[in-house]
């Protein structure tokens, strides 16, 4: 069975420093990876996704997210946090070899606050 | 931009009541998806369909229907609201291939009395 963590339920982070939002997967053979964002009282925004190639894959609003096959995981990351990018980030993975019906399954969220 | 469109932002309804939530999509999308979103566990699945008049239960289907009598509607269905139904609906669109990005509208939240 496929299944995605994020062990952080909430990252606190200082405007201007790096942050790093955490994600870890299991599947039965390979995944493709995406992470989404959700503004409050919004509904989820696409950011990223790893589908094959180069292990750094970058996204939307300065956002970016490195593959790592040993380690299971996708982390999100950005060199310089701003106070706008403060939500709930989800990561989520569906198994390359399932049908066509298209199942994602998604971490429980983890939220960002960027302080000031 | 593709635009998932849902009916209401906010539902309050009694205990007992058939509650309908309504989807709609403007890209011509195969895939539609219901989810429920409640704090501390994310996202899940309820149904899913991948063509009109198709659907699948995803991980928590009981309690729910669907109908999908048109491509770019998607209706989820409370045959009768329960407290434990109290949530954040969202539904979601893809044009198909596993690699596609899911697209959602704006989010229902429910209070069921």
């Known amino acids: 069975a496929q299944s995605v963590a994020q062990p952080e339920d909430q990252v606190n982070v200082a405007e201007g420093n790096p942050l790093t939002v955490k994600c870890t997967y299991s599947?039965?053979?390979?995944?493709?990876l995406f992470w989404y964002v959700q503004y409050p009282n919004r509904g989820l925004q696409f950011l990223l996704k790893y589908i094959t190639g180069d292990n750094l894959v970058k996204g939307s609003y300065g956002f970016e997210a490195e593959f790592n096959k040993s380690q299971t995981s996708f982390h999100l990351k950005k060199p310089s946090a701003l106070v706008s990018d403060s939500a709930l980030y989800f990561c989520?993975?569906?198994?390359?070899?399932?049908?066509?019906?298209?199942?994602?399954?998604f971490g429980t969220g983890t939220l960002l606050a960027v302080q000031p | 931009d593709v635009k998932v469109t849902q009916s209401s932002r906010y539902l309050v309804k009694r205990t007992g009541e058939k509650v309908f939530l309504e989807c709609v999509q403007d890209m011509d999308h195969e895939n539609m998806f219901w989810y429920r979103q409640d704090p501390g566990l994310g996202l899940r699945l309820i149904y899913f369909?991948?063509?009109?008049?198709?659907?699948e239960k995803g991980d928590i289907p009981e309690g729910y229907s669907v109908s999908r009598e048109k491509k770019e509607r998607f209706s989820l269905i409370l045959e009768s609201a329960s407290t434990n139904q109290t949530s954040m609906y969202l539904c979601?669109?893809?044009?198909?291939?596993?690699?596609?990005?899911?697209?959602f509208g704006s989010g229902t939240q429910l209070s069921v009395l």
């Open positions: 989520a993975v569906r198994d390359r070899a399932g049908g066509a019906t298209n199942k994602l399954i």
């Open positions: 979601a669109s893809t044009g198909g291939g596993h690699n596609e990005k899911l697209f």
């Open positions: 369909s991948y063509d009109v008049k198709m659907k």
């Open positions: 599947v039965s053979g390979n995944p493709y």
